[in-house]
């Protein structure tokens, strides 16, 4: 039988801090990468000597040191570019892998070697290092399984936020073939890259958590967040190249309801994110284009003490009704269930 192949990338750019943890996600794997591949983007920090002193002694590892900075999307390109696994996961800098995190993810790839990624879930840390929750929020199955793009199609009519790149192997071949990821999409490029290609070859999924996402202020990934007019744009980018696609690949009516699910989605960090009350609120009502007495309701709102972030959440869940309420409430029983699921396989 062909043994996949698998290879790690992590763009890095100031992250001297978390290298420790996040190089030996990488290089302490019960089952070792075929190939570790580091980018550094022209770091002012000590980020290029933590590196070359944890991989001095590991040949399948190399470090590509940038002497101009040129952004993570272009960074990871050039990883994808340089790599030589079928399967390539892109871990971030800033956040961690567990160590068994190839060797399950190659279980799911023998299951159907054609599948356009496999992925799985990440626990959330805050600043502070305490649990701040699982992700994806809607996990597909409760056991290791294969979608297939119908399947998929399915999925994404009533709930997103299945795949999370942090713990993502994508099939090189296929990642390519979709042309890699678009600058243009800024932070959302890989949410993009993900539900087309899973649109086009399926995916796999399991459900355990084998990645951790740190949020500490400066995550790339939420950058966009507290930029409102920038994630608006982003928004409608998103909207517009969905209905620009040929009917049939994405659900009908889908543009709408990913933008509706990604304001709201937005919209629980900034009510999470511990700044001033009247400027989250305030910042909300921007989102999602509030006229006047929305913009009233919702500063009100925001004066009610340790009830003032519920609030506004249940009021921005019954304005944009991203989801199904009765799905969104039994997801915590899911996974659940699905990490009872896991605890009885390993006994």
């Known amino acids: 039988m062909h043994k996949p192949t698998f290879t790690l990338a992590?763009?890095?750019?100031?992250?001297?801090?978390?290298?420790?943890?996040?190089?030996?996600?990488?290089?302490?794997?019960?089952?070792?990468?075929?190939e570790v591949l580091i980018l550094d983007d022209a770091s002012t920090d000590e980020s290029v000597q933590v590196i070359e002193e944890a991989i001095a002694d590991k040949p399948f590892a190399r470090l590509i040191a940038l002497d101009k900075n040129e952004g993570v999307i272009r960074g990871l390109n050039r990883?994808?570019?340089?790599?030589?696994?079928?399967?390539?996961?892109?871990?971030?800098?800033?956040?961690?892998?567990?160590?068994?995190?190839?060797?399950k993810m190659e279980r799911l790839v023998e299951m159907n070697l054609n599948a356009g990624f496999v992925s799985a879930g990440v626990e959330i840390l805050d600043a502070e290092g305490r649990g701040a929750g699982v992700r994806p929020i809607f996990y597909p199955s409760l056991s290791p399984r294969f979608f297939t793009?119908?399947?998929?199609?399915?999925?994404?009519?009533?709930?997103?936020n299945h795949f999370w790149g942090q713990v993502t192997f994508y099939r090189r071949e296929a990642l390519l073939e979709f042309g890699g990821f678009d600058e243009e999409f800024g932070s959302g490029t890989d949410g993009i890259a993900l539900r087309e290609i899973a649109l086009s070859h399926g995916f796999g999924f399991m459900p355990v958590r084998l990645g951790v996402w740190r949020l500490h202020g400066e995550n790339y990934s939420l950058s966009s967040a507290f930029d409102v007019p920038e994630f608006k744009r982003m928004v409608k980018q998103h909207t517009d190249y969905i209905e620009s696609k040929p009917p049939g690949l994405y659900p009908v009516g889908y543009g709408q309801i990913l933008a509706r699910r990604m304001k709201f989605g937005v919209a629980r960090i900034l009510t999470s994110s511990g700044g001033s009350r009247e400027d989250m609120a305030s910042k909300v009502a921007e989102l999602v284009d509030a006229p006047a007495w929305e913009r009233t309701l919702l500063s009100l709102m925001s004066r009610t003490g340790r009830l003032s972030s519920f609030s506004i959440k249940s009021w921005l869940f019954a304005r944009l009704w991203p989801f199904s309420p009765i799905r969104f409430a039994i997801q915590p029983v899911r996974r659940a269930i699905a990490n009872m699921s896991v605890a009885r396989t390993k006994q």
């Open 79 to 103: 990883l994808l570019e340089e790599a030589t696994g079928e399967w390539i996961a892109f871990p971030a800098a800033d956040d961690g892998l567990l160590p068994d995190f190839i060797e």
């Open 149 to 160: 793009p119908a399947e998929t199609r399915k999925l994404l009519l009533h709930s997103d």
């Open 10 to 34: 992590m763009p890095n750019y100031n992250h001297a801090p978390f290298l420790d943890r996040s190089l030996e996600g990488l290089l302490e794997q019960t089952r070792p990468a075929d």
